[in-house]
């Protein structure tokens, strides 16, 4: 493993060592979204290891600069949701900000991967361990897939998130799916 990539990961486990992701420690969410971004490269990987920083912490961004570049500290802000009142207004800000974004500028690229890195690794445990959570991300899927697709950019990733999404909808049509929750 690179020292960059070490460096970034030991940096986040510092900076997030007392929140949590769900149960978890949340260095186990940010190592997940690490191994998906892995096959994107060593950027992608210490990108995804900082993907929170910003947002969940006292870190500015130039201190990610300072430790990694301008590129990962530019890429780490594009993916930090911006300070809004609401879950709903955050996120729509931040679609906005993604939609924009020429993939072809080096820390856009590594932003919409890292994004979807992310929102992959948040469905999947969702979907094991928080419903509520889970039927959130399906609920925003529609405009998240609109602000972050880009044809050709982890098409694989994308096939995987919406199979995730399409199979949760599925299953909450399903009649058993609508009889054992009216039971609950």
Same mark, same amino acid.
């Given at each position: 493993?690179?020292?960059? =990539?070490?460096?970034?990961?030991?940096?986040?486990?510092? *900076?997030?060592?007392?929140?949590?992701?769900?149960?978890?420690?949340?260095?186990?969410?940010? +190592?997940?979204v690490?191994?998906?971004?892995?096959p994107?490269?060593?950027?992608?990987?210490i =990108?995804?290891?900082?993907?929170?920083?910003?947002?969940?912490?006292?870190? !500015?961004?130039e201190?990610?600069?300072?430790?990694? $570049?301008?590129?990962?500290? *530019?890429a780490?802000?594009?993916?930090?949701?911006?300070?809004?009142?609401?879950?709903?207004? !955050?996120?729509?800000?931040?679609?906005q !900000?993604?939609?924009?974004? +020429?993939?072809? +500028?080096?820390?856009?690229?590594?932003?919409?991967? =890292?994004?979807?890195?992310?929102?992959?690794a948040?469905?999947?445990?969702?979907?094991?361990?928080s419903?509520?959570?889970?039927?959130?991300?399906?609920?925003?899927?529609?405009?998240? *897939?609109?602000?972050?697709?880009?044809? $050709?950019?982890?098409?694989n990733?994308?096939?995987?998130?919406d199979?995730?999404?399409?199979? $949760?909808?599925?299953? +909450? !049509?399903?009649?058993?799916?609508?009889?054992?929750?009216?039971?609950?």
């Amino acid at each position: 493993m690179s020292h960059a =990539v070490e460096q970034a990961r030991e940096w986040a486990r510092v *900076r997030h060592a007392l929140q949590r992701y769900g149960a978890q420690s949340y260095r186990c969410h940010l +190592d997940h979204v690490e191994r998906i971004a892995a096959p994107y490269g060593e950027d992608a990987r210490i =990108v995804a290891q900082l993907h929170d920083i910003l947002e969940d912490t006292a870190t !500015r961004v130039e201190e990610i600069a300072e430790r990694f $570049g301008p590129t990962i500290a *530019r890429a780490v802000m594009l993916v930090t949701d911006p300070r809004k009142p609401t879950r709903h207004e !955050r996120k729509r800000a931040l679609n906005q !900000r993604l939609i924009a974004l +020429d993939p072809s +500028d080096e820390a856009a690229w590594l932003a919409l991967v =890292v994004k979807t890195c992310d929102r992959l690794a948040n469905v999947i445990a969702s979907s094991e361990h928080s419903p509520p959570r889970f039927q959130q991300y399906q609920r925003e899927h529609g405009g998240f *897939r609109v602000a972050v697709y880009r044809p $050709g950019l982890c098409d694989n990733l994308w096939a995987e998130l919406d199979g995730l999404i399409d199979a $949760g909808q599925q299953a +909450d !049509r399903h009649p058993d799916h609508q009889l054992h929750a009216s039971i609950s």
